[in-house]
Each structure stands twice: as structure tokens, then as C-alpha cells.
């Protein structure tokens, strides 16, 4: 019997060396993207909920400004960490998800698509764990908001996570493809060149596993079109324009 997911590697953050798990779930109830597996990047030692209150979310989530301050106040995510993250911390601390190594991911995830980072910025794994998991896929979604400090070949495999025009001029410059968050529709208007996400449009939506726009430079643009544009949207919407100020604001 197939396991419902696999530990594809364990080690630590390369931001702030606290030890951290991927974690590869197989099946999903997620409507927006569609059946995809996911990719978890979660701490390894402290709840997915205690870590947004202490800090401790930086070793998975990097830079992010999305995080909010550290305590969990103005935090911008749509990702609500009370529910799946956790539920996955919960079974991976029980020991229900045998470990796999990168050999078996072939067949593994022959035919089967990967959403990269469900939680946690997937460049805070190695790049031979993100090219395996790829490689060996049907194909992908990833985002990264660490593309300004990382290298040039991550492109490859994830979309510049910008919150800002003036980001997303300079991720282009580097070499990225982008995925904008925006607060409004009149922002999204102000986007040249760039598509709304088709999983959040009001008529025509798409599922995540049939687009596969988000997947970087190695599978191109998708209706011509270089970036992919959204509004907001989740309990953390109204925070985003703070959030933006804040990735423009020098360090």
C-alpha cells in the first residue's frame, strides 16, 4: 500500500541552520491547483503554529516579507498554517512517512505533477532536490522570494516571487520569470505584460495542474506572456500592500 506521503530529505535551513524536512504528500483536496502532489517545507523540531510566533518560520520561509513581523501579526500569506502545514508537521513528528531517497522519485512521481513549496520557499532545500523532484515529474509549480540573493540557475525551476512593479523590473533583469501579488485589480491593470493567474479568474478558471505556467524559464511563457499577475486573496489580503513596502524598503 502506498504511503500518503515521503520524507525527500532533511537538513538544515540555509538561512538559519535550524534543522528543516521536506516533505512530499501525495494527494490533495486543494481546488485551486487540482491534483498535484505537495511539497512541504516545514521546521523540523517546532510546530508550523509556535514557529510564526517565535520567528522560527524564517528557516523555511527565508526573507519573505509575506511573514509579517515575526509574531504572526501582519502576516500577508494565504497559507493558513493551523490546517495542512501543521496537520503534515503532526504526521511526519508520528514517523508515518517513510523516507525516500532521490532514486526512487522516478517512479515515485511518474505522471504526476508537483507543487513545489505548499508551504515554505523551496529554496531553502538544495538545488539537486529541486531538480530530482522535477525531472522526475509530469510537470510543476514553484515561486521563490529568495531570487534576488540565489542563483541565477533557480530560475530554472521557480518564478520570482515579487510584490512589487519595481521587483519584478529587477527579477526580470536577473533572468526571472515573475508571479506579482497585487492588493487591487486597478494594480493588476497597472501590470504591463503579464497574465492573471487563471486558477483566480472570475470566468474561465483553470486548475494549477493543467496550466503549469508557474514552473520558470524551462517551460516557457504561457499566452505570450512573460510574468503571471494576481490579486490578493485570503485572510492575510489586507496586509499586502504593507508587505510590499516593506520588500522595497532597504535592509
Known sequence: MAAKGYVVWEGPSPVTGAPIVAVLTMKTSNRKTGQMAQLWI?????????????????AVCGSCPLRGDGTG????CYVVIAQAPLAVWKSYRRGIYPRIGVMQLAALLDGVKVR???????????LYIVRAVTEASAGWTGYTHQWASIPAVWAEYLMASVD???ERQVANALGWRCFLVVADQAAMAAAPHAVECMATRPRNKRQCADCLACSGTRRGAVSGAVD????AHGAGA???GAAALTAASPA
Open 228 to 231: 503571471i499577475v494576481l490579486v
Open 73 to 76: 501579526k501582519g502576516r500577508a
Open 116 to 126: 513545489l513549496g505548499a508551504w515554505g520557499d523551496p529554496a531553502m532545500l538544495p
Open 238 to 240: 489586507k496586509y499586502v
Open 164 to 166: 512589487s512593479e519595481a
Open 42 to 58: 516545514i521546521p523540523r523540531d517546532v510546530a508550523p503554529t509556535d514557529a510564526l510566533k517565535t520567528g522560527e518560520d524564517e
